[in-house]
């Protein structure tokens, strides 16, 4: 499904991107490693909930993550801060 290839896709790009490893981002938001790397490899899914909290810390929207825009402007609040 082109949904999930991007999705993987564009987690790693952004984790890279923060120069982070998947052991340090799966830290921040509850995951393991090994399920960050099963979600980059696209051999597993995630929760909505963990799904917003990617978005969150990156700072992008969650349609961006799941290809639905290519725009990854925040949308969220204001005063709300990327943790990258």
Do not use: C
Request: glycine share 8%; hydrophobic share 35%.
């Amino acid at each position: 499904m082109r949904t999930v290839i991007i999705f993987k896709d564009r987690l790693k790009q952004l984790r890279v991107q923060a120069k982070l490893q998947q052991k340090e981002l799966g830290a921040q938001i509850g995951l393991s490693a090994n399920a960050i790397s099963m979600i980059e490899t696209g051999n597993r899914e995630t929760s909505f909930e963990k799904l917003v909290q990617l978005a969150e810390y990156f700072h992008v929207s969650t349609d961006y993550l799941l290809g639905v825009t290519d725009d990854p402007t925040w949308r969220g609040s204001p005063g709300e801060q990327a943790d990258t």
